[in-house]
């Protein structure tokens, strides 16, 4: 009996925790995309989501996070310093700010999006972990912004500083956070700093800046590291760096931008220059392998999909809407409609909000017949490049220069 009253507690510990938790990294607690909170409603007017506060800031990329009552946000400043700020996340009100030096100048072609950092930070709770732009990964103290390590990849490995910035969102996982940097994939203690391995070395430089963010997932009966590099797709043992299986992912000059999405043992990727494509993982006879289980022609940029009762909901290169079944690889629909060049996705249920990088918010259904628009809105006249952040009560929105907050009217909740 006491058995079956420890189990429920811990399920309804878990529930309580899922449905609550913060949006503590890149794509949101469990880095899929998903949102486990209360319902949205089917409008975004003012009536139904109202701006709570907003702040001025100096330009960012990266997505904020939450921990508990604190949001963060990263900006460059003047040219010359990366910030890490922390804000009430019900008032707006500042409640530290730390900065080092840092800036960096991205290569002409690619001046259109900005010198600015962009990597999302991660927060295990204690420790805040902000990749910046010139291969420094640095560890704050959540609640007072004081800096506890920091490893520079370019000093460490004596590795190039990568043309494009560090773009990689840390990865926590128990004590260890992962990131792509150092021309490599690492692993840290996230208490200290110490790199435990270091594996998928490159050449760094121009090839060196991976623009994909890892993640963990369990395929072929395996709990792994999923990792995309600018020329393949890896899986990668957690405790020692081994490399279990690899694909390589064409794609226009390495532009592997997109986080992989996981169904089942399968793997949704898409790349710029090159096809969506889904890989199959296998393990027998003590042997990973991996083949391509399906293809399509369109091509995807920078808008990493959100999963929906088997279907990825993606945005393309062409700037449409499309809707793919993960396990056949079938094109469900394309939207007649273009829309700006990027995404971020965020699903709860059958609705899907996606903040256009032109600063309006859409929310849609998850429809198998169609794109399913419900309402749309201009939240912004700023471009919104950095990755929606979702709470219980509303969301965040990363402008260029500012960040705001909104909330969901309570009248509205369905």
Same mark, same amino acid.
């Given at each position: 009996?006491?058995?079956?009253?420890?189990?429920?507690?811990?399920?309804?510990?878990?529930?309580?925790?899922?449905?609550?938790?913060?949006?503590?990294?890149?794509?949101?607690?469990?880095?899929?995309?998903?949102?486990?909170?209360?319902?949205?409603?089917?409008?975004?007017?003012?009536?139904?989501?109202?701006?709570?506060?907003?702040?001025?800031?100096?330009?960012?990329?990266?997505?904020?996070?939450?921990?508990?009552?604190?949001?963060?946000?990263?900006?460059?400043?003047?040219?010359?310093?990366?910030?890490?700020?922390?804000?009430?996340?019900?008032?707006?009100?500042?409640?530290?700010?730390?900065?080092?030096?840092?800036?960096?100048?991205?290569?002409?072609?690619?001046?259109?999006?900005?010198?600015?950092?962009?990597?999302?930070?991660?927060?295990?709770?204690?420790?805040?972990?902000?990749?910046?732009?010139?291969?420094?990964?640095?560890?704050?103290?959540?609640?007072?912004?004081?800096?506890?390590?920091?490893?520079?990849?370019?000093?460490?490995?004596?590795? #190039? +500083?990568?043309?494009? &910035?560090?773009?990689?969102?840390? !990865?926590?996982?128990?004590? *260890?956070?992962? $990131?792509?940097?150092?021309?490599?994939?690492?692993?840290?203690?996230?208490?200290?700093?110490?790199?435990?391995?270091?594996?998928?070395?490159?050449?760094?430089?121009?090839?060196?800046?991976?623009?994909?963010?890892?993640?963990?997932?369990?395929?072929?009966?395996?709990?792994?590291?999923?990792?995309?590099?600018?020329?393949?797709?890896?899986?990668?043992?957690?405790?020692?760096?081994?490399?279990?299986?690899?694909?390589?992912?064409?794609?226009?000059?390495?532009?592997?931008?997109?986080?992989?999405?996981?169904?089942?043992?399968?793997?949704?990727?898409?790349?710029?220059?090159?096809?969506?494509?889904?890989?199959?993982?296998?393990?027998?006879?003590?042997?990973?392998?991996?083949?391509?289980?399906?293809?399509?022609?369109?091509?995807?940029?920078?808008?990493? #999909? +959100?999963?929906?009762? &088997?279907?990825?909901?993606?945005? !393309?290169?062409?700037?449409? *809407?499309?809707? $793919?079944?993960?396990?056949?690889?079938?094109?469900?629909?394309?939207?007649?409609?273009?829309?700006?060049?990027?995404?971020?996705?965020?699903?709860?249920?059958?609705?899907?909000?996606?903040?256009?990088?032109?600063?309006?918010?859409?929310?849609?259904?998850?429809?198998?017949?169609?794109?399913?628009?419900?309402?749309?809105?201009?939240?912004?006249?700023?471009?919104?490049?950095?990755?929606?952040?979702?709470?219980?009560?509303?969301?965040?929105?990363?402008?260029?220069?500012?960040?705001?907050?909104?909330?969901?009217?309570?009248?509205?909740?369905?």
């Amino acid at each position: 009996m006491k058995r079956h009253i420890v189990i429920s507690l811990v399920g309804v510990l878990l529930c309580l925790r899922a449905f609550g938790a913060d949006w503590s990294q890149w794509r949101g607690p469990l880095r899929d995309g998903q949102f486990t909170g209360p319902s949205w409603p089917d409008q975004l007017d003012t009536n139904h989501l109202r701006q709570l506060w907003r702040v001025e800031l100096g330009p960012s990329y990266s997505g904020p996070i939450t921990e508990g009552d604190r949001v963060f946000t990263t900006e460059t400043k003047d040219a010359k310093y990366e910030v890490v700020t922390a804000f009430n996340r019900h008032t707006g009100e500042q409640l530290w700010r730390t900065q080092w030096e840092g800036a960096l100048s991205v290569p002409f072609f690619a001046k259109a999006n900005g010198d600015w950092i962009r990597a999302t930070p991660a927060s295990d709770g204690q420790s805040l972990f902000v990749a910046g732009m010139r291969d420094v990964l640095v560890c704050l103290d959540v609640k007072s912004g004081t800096e506890r390590w920091r490893l520079d990849c370019v000093k460490e490995f004596e590795a #190039p +500083v990568p043309d494009f &910035g560090f773009v990689c969102s840390p !990865l926590v996982d128990g004590d *260890a956070v992962y $990131v792509q940097a150092g021309a490599s994939l690492l692993k840290l203690d996230k208490r200290t700093g110490e790199v435990l391995w270091r594996t998928l070395k490159d050449g760094g430089g121009m090839w060196g800046s991976v623009f994909s963010s890892p993640l963990i997932a369990t395929i072929a009966g395996k709990r792994q590291l999923i990792v995309l590099t600018r020329e393949k797709l890896a899986g990668v043992e957690l405790s020692d760096g081994n490399v279990l299986w690899e694909q390589p992912v064409k794609s226009f000059r390495g532009m592997n931008i997109l986080t992989p999405v996981v169904h089942g043992d399968l793997l949704f990727t898409s790349s710029y220059g090159g096809r969506t494509i889904g890989y199959q993982v296998a393990h027998n006879d003590g042997r990973f392998t991996v083949s391509e289980a399906w293809q399509h022609k369109a091509q995807g940029y920078m808008t990493t #999909p +959100v999963l929906v009762d &088997g279907v990825a909901y993606t945005h !393309l290169k062409s700037q449409r *809407a499309m809707a $793919v079944d993960v396990a056949t690889g079938r094109e469900l629909w394309t939207s007649d409609k273009s829309f700006g060049k990027y995404w971020s996705l965020v699903a709860l249920g059958d609705r899907i909000l996606a903040l256009d990088q032109r600063g309006v918010l859409f929310l849609f259904r998850a429809n198998k017949q169609k794109f399913d628009l419900l309402d749309q809105r201009q939240l912004a006249d700023q471009e919104t490049w950095a990755h929606l952040a979702v709470t219980d009560d509303g969301i965040l929105v990363r402008e260029l220069k500012a960040l705001t907050a909104y909330q969901w009217a309570k009248s509205a909740a369905r």
